[in-house]
């Protein structure tokens, strides 16, 4: 069964730093795009992140662009999101997604597998 599990969502304060990271599990998805969501209260879901497999390609919402950065390991099938200078509207669930294209996470916004979340919770 594939799986995509995400940790290290919390509660920080405006202006603090937390590390995403998202372990990938029942097949290998070093081959594939990985990307990052969010969700927040009372709204649809929007594209955080990209990362093409190699990890060369990298794209981000204008939103975080300059305070987010999108890595990945490969070897430990895993993708990270280091997000600093966070504030309040950052405050959502954010969700790891995997696709075998990168442009339609990148530009679709779409993917074809999906974690089930963490929350962040930035107050101000």
């Known amino acids: 069964q594939v799986q995509l599990v995400e940790s290290g969502g919390g509660l920080v304060q405006a202006g603090g730093s937390l590390r995403l990271s998202c372990e990938a599990s029942?097949?290998?998805?070093?081959?594939?795009?990985m990307g990052w969501f969010r969700q927040a209260p009372g709204k649809e879901r929007e594209f955080v992140a990209a990362?093409?497999?190699?990890?060369?390609?990298?794209s981000y919402a204008d939103s975080v662009k300059g305070r987010f950065t999108i890595s990945r390991d490969n070897a430990k099938n895993a993708v990270h999101l280091q997000m600093n200078s966070l504030k309040p509207e950052d405050t959502a669930v954010y969700y790891c997604?995997?696709?075998?294209?990168?442009?339609?996470?990148?530009?679709?916004?779409?993917?074809?597998?999906w974690g089930k979340g963490t929350l962040v919770t930035v107050s101000s």
């Open positions: 997604a995997a696709s075998g294209n990168y442009y339609y996470i990148k530009n679709s916004h779409g993917a074809h597998y």
């Open positions: 029942g097949r290998t998805f070093s081959s594939d795009a």
């Open positions: 990362i093409s497999w190699s990890g060369s390609l990298t």
